[in-house]
């Protein structure tokens, strides 16, 4: 009798434990994987051979879509003059300011087209581009919410939709004209649009909600407690968190606290919490956030950016805290390239090398991949398991580097020494959507970006 799966066989293929070599996967024609093994299923249907090794699609967790048509932009720094996470902030209210829904859904199409050829497989869209450029809502309040959905869906890849509450310019100020795209008055008004943008997701399996504050300076910090306690029982909560040291002075002098140690004594910090950033955090800090089960989301590409500081990465693993990765401006999109950073800037401050103890790569790929699911409000226990989607990304397996290198070595050499020339493809529930470096749907985003770009005339 002939299956009615499809099968795929990949040279190997990475869970938890290591390598299946010779792996057999099956999935259903909604990409839900039915077989694994390393034998060959018996009712002798077409497999497609793919000289490949299969690991799980990168979770990148935090994600400002339209930042992106200013990557590149913010790199010129006259003489004489200071440039700071501040001023790249005017820069981009700029961009924020100048884009209309269709370039916004342009933008996002082609950035997530780029994650996906790069090998993640699902974005959350920290989303508070909310309104129209005058500051009045749309009549449709999650119009530019489903835009980020709208582009997900062209490009194929898996979005946690994150509509923002921001609220204010500044702990204790009130919020700047040019902030006016962002802003909701009152929790209630931020309900509203969490509420309207439900209908952003769901008619798409592959669109899930979380929520959010923007960060402890963007919310009034009463509201702050409100919007949690409030909100919904189900759903991931995000923030921004001690990104900048200045963030965290204007916290003390208005709060009395830094922002982490306000945050841990004024909610129940927890596997809920995805903390974004968390760069500056002093020794309590640190140990409070590592044991409360919470994620935190690191940003390297950006954060190196924009001048951020170093998240203190080797003490925080040692106490056990865990984490993911987010592009956040996507001033880079490699993930290899972030998880490198992450290692590196601690060598760098530390003169050691072991930044993590034991295998190093496969540590970071397992760390990444759950915690990095979490952060989409998904729980699972194995990077493939039967009963879930089949996403993941195929590197080649006879790249000249690869081929040579033995099971123990592969992931090690794969990640601190590949580039995107080594992806074979990136597969989403169950499908090819990019395959040597060509995505389905490539002209077409790239047609609707390039007119996007030419009539913002920024770049
Ligand atoms: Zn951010």
């Known amino acids: 009798m002939k299956s009615d799966l499809k099968y795929y066989l990949f040279s190997s293929l990475l869970q938890k434990e290591g390598w299946l070599s010779s792996a057999y996967l099956g999935v259903d024609e909604n990409g839900i994987i039915k077989y694994l093994n390393n034998s060959a299923p018996a009712d002798g249907t077409a497999i497609e051979v793919v000289q ?62 780029e994650m996906v050829r790069v090998g993640y497989t699902h974005v959350a869209e920290f989303h508070y581009l909310h309104h129209d450029k005058d500051g009045r809502p749309y009549s449709n309040l999650s119009e530019m919410g489903e835009r980020m959905v709208a582009a997900a869906q062209t490009a194929g890849i898996k979005i946690t939709l994150i509509p923002v509450f921001y609220q204010k310019g500044g702990f204790g100020v009130d919020p700047q004209q040019r902030q006016r795209r962002f802003i909701s008055k009152t929790v209630d008004e931020y309900f509203k649009l969490l509420e309207a943008s439900k209908s952003a997701v769901k008619n798409s399996d592959n669109a899930s909600l979380g929520f959010s504050v923007h960060s402890l300076r963007a919310v009034d910090l009463e509201d702050v407690k409100t919007t ?4 919904p029982k189900e759903l991931p909560f995000h923030l921004h968190v001690s990104e900048q040291k200045r963030e965290v002075t204007d916290c003390l002098a208005f709060a009395g606290k830094r922002p982490m140690q306000w945050l841990f004594d004024n909610l129940p910090v927890g596997e809920r919490f995805h903390l974004v950033h968390s760069t500056h955090l002093d020794d309590n800090e640190l140990k409070l956030l590592a044991k409360s089960g919470a994620n935190v989301v690191l940003c390297p590409s950006t954060e190196g950016n924009l001048g951020d500081g170093i998240f203190r990465m080797k003490e925080y693993v040692k106490l056990g805290g865990k984490w993911c990765i987010g592009t956040d401006s996507h001033i880079g999109l490699n993930p290899l390239e972030e998880f490198r950073m992450i290692d590196y800037r601690q060598r760098l401050v530390t003169n050691q090398r072991n930044t993590f103890e034991g295998d190093a790569a496969s540590y970071m790929v397992n760390e990444e991949v759950t915690s990095g699911r ?86």
């Open 374 to 459: 979490r952060a989409m409000g998904i729980r699972q226990d194995h990077h493939f398991e039967l009963g879930k989607p089949f996403d993941a990304i195929i590197f080649n397996s006879q790249s000249h580097l690869l081929a040579e290198t033995s099971e123990k070595n592969r992931l090690a050499t794969l990640l601190y020494t590949s580039d995107s020339s080594r992806v074979a493809g990136t597969i989403i529930n169950g499908k090819w959507v990019v395959k040597n470096q060509h995505h389905k749907n490539g002209h077409s985003i790239k047609t609707a970006f390039t007119k996007a770009m030419k009539d913002l005339k920024t770049r």
């Open 228 to 231: 949690y306690q409030h909100g």
């Open 52 to 113: 490949g090794f299969a690991l799980p699609g990168f979770q990148n967790a935090h994600s400002h879509a339209f930042q992106y048509a200013m990557a590149g932009l913010a790199e010129n720094h006259p003489a004489g003059t200071a440039d700071d996470f501040w001023t790249w902030r005017e820069a981009m209210y700029q961009c924020a300011l100048s884009v209309d829904p269709d370039q916004a859904q342009a933008i996002a199409a082609m950035l997530y087209a």
